[in-house]
């Protein structure tokens, strides 16, 4: 294979990895998102009883 096959190949799989890496951190955020809002949503709730 010549070398520029392989050097595109790992370039192709290092692209691929980092996409799976923001994925996974888009998928983090999102999920700590949700948590702040319920978090605030049972202060203010908690707020009104009062």
Do not use: E
């Not at 692209?15 to 049972?42: E, I, P």
């Amino acid at each position: 294979m010549p070398k520029v096959v392989i050097a595109m190949m790992c370039l192709g799989l290092l692209a691929l990895s980092s996409c799976a890496n923001t994925a996974r951190g888009f998928v983090q955020d999102s999920t700590q998102t949700g948590h702040a809002v319920d978090n605030a949503t049972h202060r203010v709730l908690r707020a009104g009883a009062r």
